[in-house]
């Protein structure tokens, strides 16, 4: 999985079809993202409609580089800088405290903004011709239907959302299958103790040492974020989480139906069943997270009653991976 050269023209096209109030999917380094100028509130709220996501979730707004922070947020806590020198450009999101320029029709009339700097080249540079002296930012949810898998490949996002006139977008920009698969990591900065919105790549343990003291999860008191809904990442067919010991007796109970596995190497070896697809789950973190969303829509695509998938480790390592999953099976 390696991601193409940059090809030029395609980013200056995106970046003319975004300054005109359109829509295009981006490639980033967690997943694609539906990407509108974030001043521009007609432009961000056509992606609300594509998407089918109720208005009130608010946006992360995907900036060039730290030098945009000041432009979108204010009371910015000096924890948000050393995180930023850190992990920036990267798959970490800051929650901040909104400037007045970052419009309700970003933040879902909250006043706090997400602010994040994708490494994707081709994103990068994307952003960087798009900013402009007044440091302008893209809103980019993921590029999925509202509730739905997230895309990793440009493929997902162009055989959910489509091209207009059938399809919402103006255009996806493809710039190959993304490096992480899993969305951002969300801290939130906005409220004195810095705690986690949603696990990512960008670990707990990670951010603790970076910062030098402990990161809780956030309560309910935090800011909406649609991600922390009980039921998130969702194939349309049911699926569950079985433990490697359980996996040949559900399949037993559920004969009858047809069953789309998921488990690993020495686990499948262990299945006598008949599936109608099983896919063996790498043993690897990183691939495992980078390959999850193409393996669910494989899964979800291969007509199946219902989907078993081996719960994986859960070791650290593992929180954004076991936290999906966790709402794909809710
Ligand atoms: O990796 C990512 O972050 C991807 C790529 C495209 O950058 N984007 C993404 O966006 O996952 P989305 O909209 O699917 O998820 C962003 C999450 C949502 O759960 C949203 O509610 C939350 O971030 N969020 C956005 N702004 C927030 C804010 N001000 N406070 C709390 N949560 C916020
Ligand atoms: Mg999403």
């Known amino acids: 999985m390696s991601t193409p050269p940059i090809n030029q023209e395609e980013i200056d096209k995106a970046v003319d079809v975004l300054s005109h109030g359109g829509l295009v999917a981006i490639p980033t380094e967690t997943?694609?993202?539906?990407?509108?100028?974030?001043?521009?509130?007609?432009?961000?709220?056509?992606?609300?409609?594509?998407?089918?996501?109720?208005?009130?979730?608010?946006?992360?707004?995907?900036?060039?580089?730290?030098e945009a922070i000041d432009a979108w947020a204010e009371d910015v806590p000096p924890e948000a800088w050393l995180l930023v020198k850190t992990y920036w450009p990267g798959p970490l999101t800051i929650v901040l405290r909104k400037k007045a320029r970052c419009g309700g029709w970003v933040t879902g009339g909250q006043d706090t903004v997400a602010l994040r700097c994708p490494s994707h080249p081709w994103t990068r540079a994307l952003l960087t011709a798009f900013a402009g002296p007044t440091h302008k930012g893209l809103t980019a949810p993921s590029a999925n239907t509202f509730g739905r898998i997230s895309p990793s490949t440009a493929q997902h996002v162009a055989e959910d959302l489509g091209i207009k006139p059938d399809g919402k977008l103006d255009m996806i920009l493809d710039g190959g299958p993304c490096e992480f698969g899993l969305e951002s990591t969300m801290v939130n900065l906005s409220q004195g103790q810095?705690?986690?919105?949603?696990?990512?790549?960008?670990?707990?343990?990670?951010?603790?040492?970076?910062?030098?003291?402990?990161?809780?999860?956030?309560?309910?008191?935090?800011?909406?974020?649609?991600?922390?809904?009980?039921?998130?990442?969702?194939?349309?067919?049911?699926?569950?989480?079985?433990?490697?010991?359980?996996?040949?007796?559900?399949?037993?109970?559920?004969?009858?139906?047809?069953?789309?596995?998921?488990?690993?190497?020495?686990?499948?070896?262990?299945?006598?069943?008949?599936?109608?697809?099983?896919?063996?789950?790498?043993?690897?973190?990183r691939r495992y997270g980078a390959e999850l969303y193409e393996n669910l829509h494989r899964l979800d695509a291969a007509d199946a009653g219902r989907i078993l998938i081996e719960t994986p480790p859960t070791a650290p390592a593992w929180a954004a991976i076991n936290d999906r999953l966790g709402r794909a099976a809710a």
């Not at 800011?223 to 996996?247: F, I, N, Q």
């Open 194 to 285: 810095p705690t986690l919105l949603r696990h990512g790549v960008v670990t707990r343990e990670m951010l603790e040492n970076t910062l030098g003291f402990a990161v809780p999860d956030a309560g309910k008191d935090a800011p909406r974020a649609s991600g922390r809904l009980k039921s998130h990442y969702a194939p349309k067919t049911k699926l569950e989480l079985v433990s490697a010991d359980d996996l040949a007796r559900r399949i037993d109970e559920l004969r009858g139906t047809p069953i789309a596995v998921m488990a690993s190497e020495s686990t499948l070896k262990t299945l006598t069943a008949d599936t109608v697809l099983s896919i063996t789950a790498p043993n690897d973190v």
């Open 31 to 66: 997943v694609y993202g539906l990407a509108a100028d974030a001043d521009c509130q007609e432009a961000v709220l056509a992606t609300y409609t594509a998407k089918g996501r109720p208005a009130d979730h608010p946006l992360i707004v995907h900036v060039a580089g730290p």
